[in-house]
């Protein structure tokens, strides 16, 4: 193998040598998610693994529910069902794929020379923190995300001989679209793509995405139904835009939300900087259009569809986030080594920063779970008191987790809970609120019976919600 194809990522080191690197990134990427792999399973996720992990096979590729994404479910289930239903098990496949995402970006770059741009894709898209944080979630976001990358890896060139791998780009697509509906979104995005930088294929991309639909038509044609009656349902949204737009560009950086707006604006500059660096240092352009556009609809969409307003639905930024950090790194790289005429230290200076970045981002996210329901529930507040679950997540954490005696979806189901006896005498109320906000939005009565009646003894914290517990007023 001649040096001009020889498949290197870092330095042009052997073929060998490269291979042994790659499985440190990865290895490492494995090691850093797999304390957020173990942490209790949240809302969604108990849904999942009820009402569809749970259930028959002819249940998972029939039901539609934001909650059942049908390829990972099925991963999921036969997972659970050969070994058991913990989190880790439930969550491989995301465990996994998350840390694919960078090893699949930086491979269209494995003979780009210089090849530090390369190995900085691999670094941060191996150790992003949103990935991280995806990768401990038995959801479907991470394995759309890994194949929305290889798709994109397959898009037709306009110069050169057809790929032989160009027919696998409607297999792999349409797997994206069966595990999340949105991916449809990035298929545009690959037209949009396409269009602008390899237009003499455009012909050859309508008909592979167009084979991809018939795919992908075939697949829903049992899940049309139940997704109508989904959506004709009315629907609330869960934020502001302000809100929702500042969650994304602080996830897109540090993979949760930090701050308010300030933070939001910040991560955007830094985002669109990036991007303009990746595009002039010709770093996957095709990649960067794709996902741009996506990230892009996802952003204006609820302007017109609020209930859109979902942080999750723009996870495209990702792919952007990691070429401009990757870009703005060899930058950095290149400054550096004119600036003190030593190329090592200005390519170690730029994976320190990345690797810097990505891991301190992503410490926090082990320490915090998403919403910390099995802490909650195992944990004794009072000797001798029953424990009951407030409204939204209660019945799904006692049917996984037990620990709850009584369930209170509303205000009058609670007062029940205070006065009727359980195993023949009354006993006084632990309350657990999974979610303070819907209660306070969708149960007033409920929360102000809480407000008048109990104090607050314990926050549990959670990225995508806390976990509170009260007691009466009056006891210890």
């Known amino acids: 193998m001649n040096a001009q194809s020889r498949p290197y990522l870092a330095w042009g080191l052997s073929v060998r040598r490269d291979l042994a690197l ?32 749970g259930a028959p096979w002819g249940k998972v590729v029939t039901s539609f529910s934001p909650n059942n994404h049908v390829l990972y479910t099925l991963c999921a289930k036969g997972l659970v069902d050969a070994l058991d239903r913990s989190e880790f098990v439930m969550r491989l496949p995301s465990f996994v794929a998350g840390a694919g995402v960078g090893l699949a970006l ?29 990768s401990g979630e038995a959801r479907g976001y991470a394995l759309m995300i890994l194949l929305c990358v290889v ?15 160009e027919w696998l780009y409607p297999l792999v697509m349409a797997a994206a679209v069966y595990t999340i509906p949105l991916a449809l979104i990035l298929i545009a995005g690959h037209g949009v793509a396409v269009l602008l930088l390899r237009r003499a294929a455009i012909v050859r991309w309508a008909v592979l995405a167009t084979v991809a639909g018939a795919l992908v038509g075939a697949l829903y044609i049992p899940l049309v139904r139940g997704a109508i009656g989904y959506y004709g349902e009315p629907h609330k949204a869960l934020l502001a835009y302000d809100e929702f737009a500042s969650q994304v560009f602080q996830s897109a950086w540090v993979g949760q939300r930090v701050g308010g707006l300030a933070f939001g604006v910040a991560g ?3 985002l669109v900087a990036g991007a303009v660096v990746a595009w002039r240092r010709d770093v996957l352009r ?10 892009l609809v996802g952003l204006l969409l ?42 090592p230290l200005g390519e170690l200076s730029a994976m320190g920063a990345v690797l810097a970045w990505t891991v301190s981002a992503a410490f926090p996210l082990m320490d915090t779970p998403p919403q910390p329901v099995r802490e909650a529930v195992r944990t004794t507040y009072l000797d001798g008191a029953q424990v009951v679950g407030v409204h939204m997540c209660a019945i799904e954490a006692m049917f996984v987790y037990g620990g709850i005696d009584r369930i209170a979806y509303t205000a009058g189901e609670l007062a029940d809970a205070e006065s009727k006896p359980l195993d023949g005498r009354v006993k006084p109320v632990v309350a657990i609120v999974f979610y303070e906000e819907f209660v306070r939005r969708d149960q007033p009565d409920l929360w102000d019976r809480l407000q008048a009646r109990y104090r607050l003894v314990h926050r549990f914290p959670g990225r995508v919600s806390d976990v509170t517990i009260y007691l009466p007023k009056g006891l210890p």
């Open 22 to 53: 790659v499985l440190v990134v990865v290895f490492v990427a494995l090691a850093l998610r797999a304390p957020v792999a173990f942490q209790s399973y949240w809302y969604d996720e108990l849904g999942t693994l009820i009402h569809y992990v």
């Open 106 to 134: 930086a491979w269209p770059m494995r003979r780009r020379r210089p090849g530090l741009v390369g190995f900085l894709v691999l670094l941060a898209g191996s150790f992003h923190p949103w990935l991280v944080a995806w």
């Open 151 to 165: 798709g994109t890896n397959l898009l037709p060139n306009d110069v050169g001989p057809r790929r032989r791998t």
């Open 268 to 270: 955007a500059a830094l």
């Open 286 to 295: 095709a990649h960067l259009v794709a996902f741009g556009a996506a990230a």
């Open 302 to 343: 609820p302007l017109v569809m609020p209930v859109s307003a979902q942080v999750r639905f723009v996870g495209w930024v990702i792919v952007p986030a990691v070429l401009g950090a990757a870009a703005l790194g060899a930058a950095m790289a290149d400054a550096l080594a004119r600036a003190v005429r030593a190329q």
